[in-house]
């Protein structure tokens, strides 16, 4: 079982990612926005995030850049989960850290596949 920050501003998505990752037996840690992420991750030993880019406070570019900057846990594998389908969104979002991009509508199944596959990475 891995610990997986999800973030994003939507209420319903991030329920929607609460719910099917616990039901995918996983712990999961939450946040609403940007800031709030940061605050999750320096409390909580995450192993993956899943993490919005549009973000109020701060968005997934920056919480991935903060991250990725620290010492704590900066190597987490993490996918962004965005509306943002454009190619240069997901050049910008994998040349901030990102390991993935994942566009939504999405695929809760591949989601649960990435997190699952990406957790039982050392």
């Not at 999800?6 to 039901?23: F, G, N, S």
């Not at 109020?56 to 993490?78: F, Y």
């Not at 999405?106 to 989601?111: A, K, N």
Request: aromatic letters at 4%.
């Amino acid at each position: 079982m891995a610990t997986v920050l999800v973030a994003d501003d939507d209420p319903d998505i991030r329920y929607l990612l609460e719910v099917t990752l616990q039901l995918s037996g996983h712990e999961v840690v939450s946040a609403a926005d940007g800031r709030e992420a940061l605050r999750v991750h320096a409390k909580h030993d995450v192993d993956v995030a899943v993490l919005d880019v549009s973000m109020p406070d701060a968005t997934g570019l920056d919480v991935i850049r903060s991250i990725r900057s620290g010492d704590r846990n900066a190597s987490i594998p993490i996918v962004l989960l965005t509306a943002l389908a454009h190619p240069d969104d997901r050049e910008r979002g994998l040349a901030a850290g990102a390991d993935d991009y994942m566009t939504k509508p999405f695929s809760m199944r591949s989601l649960c596949s990435w997190v699952d596959a990406h957790a039982a990475t050392p």
